[in-house]
């Protein structure tokens, strides 16, 4: 310290310079300057820390709801049907599809197939052509062979098939529900009255007396152990159709004409 005092300068006095250089050197590089040179996260302007936002809490979706099942169309759904026809198959899809409504089957003569829908007995039918088709859509279904039913022992069993040559002589009955009605040359007529069905006429050929000409379906149909049948060559054949109304069809008429087309459940018509 002696020392120091002997050469005439303060201890003070030494350390002003060298404050003074390093307040100039710090104004040359702009101050103190704060590392990375980004604002500390979480602090604002005005240096108070900004505050935390509550989490939005999630809305829970709404639940689903199960469309309606729509309620069936009105039924039941009632099928007319000639004798001998074989709706089978028809309304075992229809059975499928449709297990809210029931199919009815309405039996229905062939003379009185166009009279029931006027009076309104069915929503459709299987009839036997021809028919008349004022205020109905026909659509054609198939096609029967007529066939000579005799008796199980009679001469004419002895060929597969039969023909109008054949017939020469035999007496033939012609019912009163005669679906066919055409003539066959050579054929006598009986000498008693005519049965009024077919069913009727089938006895009698059971005793060996007569034929009667039929389609193949109502052979089958009255088919008994004393009769048989056997195909009539050259024979008109007997077409069978569906009908239903031509104005006011239902839903169900549409669904069972689709089935009867060959429609599945997911074509369109």
Not at 7 to 24: E, F, K, Q, W
Not at 49 to 72: D, H, M
Not at 155 to 183: H, Q, Y
Not at 233 to 249: D, M, Y
């Amino acid at each position: 310290m002696g020392h120091l005092l002997s050469r005439g300068i303060p201890v003070a006095s030494r350390s002003v310079p060298r404050r003074a250089a390093t307040l100039a050197g710090m104004a040359t590089r702009g101050g103190p300057q704060r590392k990375g040179g980004r604002p500390t996260p979480g602090k604002g302007r005005a240096g108070g820390a900004k505050p935390t936002p509550k989490p939005t809490a999630k809305r829970k979706p709404a639940p689903t709801q199960a469309a309606p099942v729509p309620a069936p169309p009105p039924g039941p759904f009632r099928l007319g049907a000639i004798p001998g026809a074989t709706p089978g198959k028809w309304i075992d899809i229809w059975k499928t599809r449709m297990p809210r409504n029931p199919l009815e089957l309405v039996p229905l003569t062939v003379a009185e197939q166009h009279a029931a829908f006027a009076r309104g007995d069915m929503d459709a039918a299987i009839v036997r052509l021809p028919i008349d088709r004022d205020g109905l859509n026909v659509i054609p279904l198939y096609e029967e062979t007529t066939v000579v039913v005799c008796a199980a022992d009679s001469a004419l069993t002895a060929a597969d098939e039969l023909t109008a040559e054949d017939l020469l002589g035999e007496v033939r009955i012609v019912p009163g529900d005669d679906v066919l009605s055409f003539d066959v040359a050579g054929t006598a007529e009986p000498r008693f009255a005519a049965p009024a069905t077919t069913g009727e006429a089938v006895e009698i050929v059971a005793t060996g007396v007569a034929i009667v000409l039929v389609p193949m379906s109502l052979a089958r149909l009255h088919h008994r152990k004393d009769v048989t049948f056997r195909p009539l060559a050259e024979a008109p054949a007997s077409a069978v159709a569906l009908a239903w109304p031509a104005e006011g069809a239902t839903e169900l008429v549409d669904t069972f004409v689709g089935i009867v087309r060959g429609r599945t459940s997911n074509s369109s018509r």
